[in-house]
């Protein structure tokens, strides 16, 4: 069992940063796979990024390559989202997951966070 508490959402404007975190319960967090989503109103939630459980592989959407970065602590039992070059578009409640199967990126997870709030303003 695992529980997913994110946060450090908020509001920035254009090309601005903001941090994501993600705490997470669990002895063994070190062995799930991570994954942040996200959802904007009206549209259907979308894959953002994922890391494995050792850290050394990360996978991103086309959206967010070369502007947002994964990275976990698994001593400290966090996952975290670097999100740099904000856009507009980049608004939508944001998910933390994990899933303990490595098969598949961007399906079967089976725990998630209740996200946080992200706005880009223009």
């Known amino acids: 069992q695992v529980q997913l508490v994110e946060s450090g959402g908020g509001l920035v404007q254009a090309g601005g940063s903001l941090r994501l975190s993600c705490a997470a319960s669990?002895?063994?967090?070190?062995?799930?796979?991570l994954g942040w989503f996200r959802q904007a109103p009206g549209k259907e939630r979308e894959f953002v990024s994922a890391?494995?459980?050792?850290?050394?592989?990360?996978y991103c959407a086309d959206s967010v390559k070369g502007r947002f970065s994964i990275s976990r602590d698994n001593a400290k039992n966090t996952v975290h989202l670097q999100m740099n070059s904000l856009k507009p578009e980049d608004t939508a409640v944001y998910y933390c997951?994990?899933?303990?199967?490595?098969?598949?990126?961007?399906?079967?997870?089976?725990?998630w966070g209740q996200g946080t709030q992200v706005t880009v303003s223009s």
């Open positions: 997951a994990a899933k303990s199967s490595t098969i598949g990126v961007k399906v079967g997870y089976d725990y």
């Open positions: 669990g002895r063994t967090f070190g062995r799930y796979m």
């Open positions: 890391i494995i459980g050792s850290g050394g592989s990360t």
